[in-house]
């Protein structure tokens, strides 16, 4: 009898009931296949693998996140709330010991959603992963966390949640972004001023195959997480990087994905993109499986998968290489960089257009963050909608110093309702979320 190494949990969660339309890539079919294949292939028989019904969030872990425009019910379905939900239970029972690893196959997807939401962008209304962390970070007072997305597309909103958190180590690895949504995650993003270096973002070129997605994560991903000593790791597991995806252009396999998730050896794997609903899911989600429950993947293939022909060209290995030199020495000076480029205010400020391709929004965010050596600092977002939708947003980080704490209130209690549909106040440390 098959027996699993490491204790493996599961959360399945299709979401019957939501989608952007009805032959959207982005729909329940691609799980409907993994669960058969997963059945079909006995794992849930083998010994040490337990499934995990998802329970649902709260809108208080969802509030714990975001800033959802005019609230959180304007911008969900009950979908959202289980597939957060499975995240969130698989975090549980990892923290609770049940299990070692654990895998959350569940739709919608989130990592393209801001800390601001006004609606769904790159079919993402709610961040299922941070939702869980924050929940997380509550519950159970863990505080270094290291999110590795292996998305194609870059992970926006995650990085957007934590571009100015210095306990959380956000490295996304994709397509590189002048060739695909959401045309961002350049080497040169590397965080806020009070979390400089801790984004760390690798841009692959297209046609990218086994060898340089694992290349990348042993010679640069795994060394900057020995480096920054996370106490939980998780994998945003995109599966868009497969040859046969239809909206991108690698050509990474299911043998690939398996390898890439026994390298990285995260505690937990969320799903995110994905779109290859026969040709590729149902092998890829097997092989991450076996990988993290540490039983043998190595027969796991598509039927057409041809290495000779999915081999990467010359020039694509050696600008890799290059990139991969390139974030490391970001990584090594991170400190001497950060002072080389901090503000020399209290204050510092940036602004942003951000498109909601899904619902067709347009926003405009003028950001102002307290500089602060103790903590993440103080953070103000004046959101506005080309429809007309105007709120001001104040974040309070978990750890805030006194001087950040009072600089948050004095925002919230100065800001007018005249000149604002909606302020929000998001306290972390006290765990609230008020609004006027």
Known sequence: MIKSKNRTGLVFFPAFDWAIDPTHPEREERLLYTQDQVFEEGILD?????????????????QRTHFCVPDVWSVTTESHFISAGGAKTIGMAVMDKKIERGFALVRPPGHHAMRVVHGCRGFCNINIEAIMIEYLRKAYGIRRVAIVDTDCHHGDGTQDLYWHDPDTLFISIHQDGRTLYPGSGFINELGGPNAFGTTINI?????TSEEGFLYSIEKVVLPILADFKPELVINSAGQDNHYSDPITNMNFSAQGYARLTDMLKADIAVLEGGYSIEGALPYVNAGIILAMAGIDYSHIHEPDYDPVRMRQARSITQQIKEIGDKVLSYWQEREAIKEKLRPAGPFTERNRRIFYDTDGITETQREKIRICSDCGGALRIDSETDSGARILAVHIPMHACRACQETGYRWFGEARTTDFGKIYLQDRPKDEYLVK
Request: no cysteine; charged share 25%.
């Open 46 to 62: 083998i010994e040490g693998i337990t499934e995990f019904k998802p329970d649902l969030v709260t809108a208080t872990d969802i």
């Open 203 to 207: 841009p692959l070129p297209p046609y």
